[in-house]
Nanobody
C-alpha cells in the first residue's frame, strides 16, 4: 500500500521560507517521477515543480528562482523548498508520485502567506 505523508505547511509572512516534505512508503521515489502541485479553492490545480526518476527538474518560469524540488533517497522523501514567499503562494500543496501507469497523491498541506 502506497502512502505519502506530507508535513511542513505553515503560516508565514511575506518574504519568508518554508520547506515541505513528502515521505513515501510502499513505493521507491528514486524509481518514480515526483511533483508538487498547489491548489487554490475554485482554481485549477497548478504544477509547481517536477523531478523525474533520473533527477531532472522542471519548474514554471514564474517560480524558477524561488522554488526548489529535491529528493533524499535514503529517507524516501521529496522536498519543496520555497523562498521569498508571496501572498499569492497561499494554497494547499500536494505531492504527487507517478510510476508507470500508477499515480498517487499526498493529503495536502496548507501554506498561508500573509502579513
Amino acid at each position: 500500500q502506497v502512502q505519502l505523508v506530507q508535513s511542513g505547511g505553515a503560516y508565514v509572512q511575506p518574504g519568508g521560507s518554508l520547506r515541505l516534505s513528502c515521505e513515501a512508503s510502499g513505493i521507491i521515489l528514486s524509481r518514480s517521477d515526483v511533483a508538487w502541485y498547489r491548489q487554490v479553492s475554485g482554481e485549477k490545480r497548478q504544477m509547481v515543480a517536477v523531478m523525474s526518476a533520473g533527477g531532472e527538474t522542471i519548474y514554471p518560469t514564474a517560480l524558477l528562482d524561488r522554488f526548489t524540488i529535491s529528493r533524499d533517497d535514503t529517507k524516501n522523501t521529496v522536498y519543496l523548498q520555497m523562498n521569498n514567499l508571496k501572498p499569492e503562494d497561499t494554497a494547499i500543496y500536494l505531492c504527487n508520485v507517478r510510476q508507470t501507469e500508477r499515480e498517487y497523491w499526498g493529503h495536502g498541506t496548507q501554506v498561508t502567506v500573509s502579513a
